[in-house]
């Protein structure tokens, strides 16, 4: 039997205390799953369940819709984890799934739904909404950027991904990422316009 | 600022998004969903433990298969061995009967649980309840969980119900005029002061009579912010159904609504075992 070995991986999640790492429990998991033991999935989700929804929600930009892709993508992967190579990484393989709900929930996305925003507001009232609207005009830019840009942008920023790794998850090449992330970004300043030339 | 500047300050607008917190109970929504289910097993390939039947291997037992087949056609097939011709028919009588489909109890738990449950009694010897439960347009848009979550809500089922709710969707520009309607409201709701009444009385006198009506409504505005509902109203087969005052009646019963309290009652949804169900009780 063949080994690979997995580096484990850390996601830095931009806060302190928000990390997810891949490592072996993954691949344990996994494997008492496949043996019948459906609870040990519960910490799959646990696991990557925040990061995912991350990711689902800064490619969609609505909450309903991130939390059904993002759900919709773990059920999936249950139900496919027969399908999983132990010698990649989980969560790469999870997230090739939830993109492909992100783009069933893009294209299935009714006309004059409205989305609501759920961006927090902040203690102080005048700051607190200063944030939000320039989080608001980030998400929207974000939002409105081609599928393909907004993959990579989203993945690289929000999932932390290598270029290896998106790669992987978008189905492309490492070079092509690697173009379509510096495109991503500069159609990302010019949307932002001010709030990218504001110290 | 230079360019490196502002690559770096866009990078900080990008950390400044942060993260996302999925909604409370969202772990607990995908065991829920997958309770009961197994994951699909694994074949493992020849020499790692297991067995798998290769294309070549599947096309060469084919061709045996249609060799042998053409050998007994041109030659004939083998006679019964005398005395053993009448043995078929006296085993028959021990053979057991076929499983029929409806034996076969298939998919999640606790969707059986719900229908050997009271409450699926109930509902069962309620017409009303067996019609509405019966009913494509709104059987579909219970497949959402959100929104049998949200039927669980009085106002909502009131709501769900108002004339002035299915008037609005029934017409296209009325609906667009709510969609942009909430959306300044929830502009509006981030500033949050009593500046802000003013303001949203003022923003609200160019709309519509009918969409003032329900931006007055703050259970209305809170409901309709649920993509769950928005959905269901755009749907016309679903405002069709709730329009009917038997399904009004059955979608207020203390037994509708502890079904939409209940895992398995979406489970037997889904799985169209509560539709199986119906029509055998």
Redesign the interface.
């Given at each position: 039997?063949r080994f690979r070995f997995v580096r484990p991986r850390v996601i830095n999640?931009?806060?302190a205390g928000?990390y997810v790492t891949q490592n072996a429990d993954d691949i344990a998991f996994v494997q008492q799953?496949?043996a019948?033991d459906?609870?040990a999935?519960?910490a799959l989700?646990?696991r990557y369940?925040?990061?995912l929804?991350?990711v689902a929600?800064?490619m969609l930009g609505?909450?309903?819709?991130?939390?059904d892709a993002?759900?919709n993508a773990?059920?999936k992967a249950?139900?496919?984890?027969?399908?999983f190579d132990e010698g990649q990484r989980f969560f790469s393989w999870l997230y090739r799934i939830l993109l492909n709900e992100c783009l069933n929930a893009q294209r299935a996305r009714?006309r004059?739904?409205?989305?609501?925003?759920?961006v927090a507001?902040d203690a102080d009232?005048a700051r607190?909404?200063e944030?939000?609207e320039?989080?608001r005009a980030?998400?929207n830019a974000?939002s409105a950027l081609p599928y393909d840009l907004r993959v990579v942008?989203v993945l690289r920023?929000?999932g932390d991904l290598s270029y290896d790794e998106i790669a992987d998850a978008a189905g492309t090449t490492a070079a092509i990422v690697k173009s379509r992330l510096h495109t991503a970004?500069q159609k990302?300043?010019q949307m932002?316009g001010d709030?990218?030339?504001?110290? | 600022m230079t360019d490196m500047q502002q690559d770096d300050r866009l990078t900080q607008l990008l950390d400044e998004l942060g993260p996302a917190e999925p909604p409370a109970g969202f772990a607990r929504g995908v065991m829920t969903r997958i309770g009961g289910e197994r994951p699909a097993v694994r074949v493992l390939p020849f020499g790692k433990g297991g067995m798998v039947m290769t294309k070549k291997v599947m096309l060469g037992l084919a061709a045996a298969a249609a060799v042998i087949l053409a050998f007994f056609t041109v030659r004939g097939f083998p006679t019964v061995d005398r005395g053993t011709e009448g043995t078929i028919g006296a085993a028959k009588k021990y053979e057991a009967p076929q499983i029929a489909a409806a034996d076969v109890k298939t998919g999640d738990a606790s969707a059986q649980e719900f229908l050997q449950s009271d409450t699926f009694d109930k509902l069962a010897k309620d017409p009303a309840a067996r019609a509405l439960l019966s009913d494509p347009g709104f059987v579909a848009r219970l497949h959402d969980q959100k929104l049998a979550d949200a039927l669980r809500d009085q106002n909502v089922r009131d709501m769900l119900r108002d004339p002035l709710i299915a008037r609005i969707f029934s017409d296209d520009a009325l609906q667009s005029e709510l969609s942009r309607a909430l959306r300044d409201e929830l502009a509006g709701n981030v500033k949050g002061a009593a500046a802000e009444a003013a303001l949203k009385s003022n923003a609200r006198a160019q709309y519509s009579s009918a969409v003032r009506d329900v931006l007055a409504r703050e259970n209305y505005r809170s409901a309709l912010g649920r993509q769950a509902i928005w959905a269901a109203l755009s749907d016309a087969n679903f405002r069709q159904a709730l329009s009917r005052a038997d399904y009004a009646a059955a979608l207020n019963s203390p037994a509708m609504i502890a079904a939409f309290s209940q895992a398995g009652f979406q489970a037997a949804i889904r799985s169209n075992a509560m539709a199986s169900a119906l029509a055998a009780h």
């Open positions: 039997m999640f931009f806060e928000v799953c496949r019948g459906a609870a999935f519960g989700v646990e369940q925040r990061v929804f991350t929600m800064r609505d909450y309903d819709e991130a939390t993002a759900q773990f059920v249950y139900r496919r984890l027969d399908t009714r004059l739904e409205p989305l609501l925003d759920t507001v009232p607190g909404l944030a939000v320039r989080r980030v998400q974000i942008i920023h929000f970004r990302l300043g932002l709030l990218r030339t504001k110290p | -």
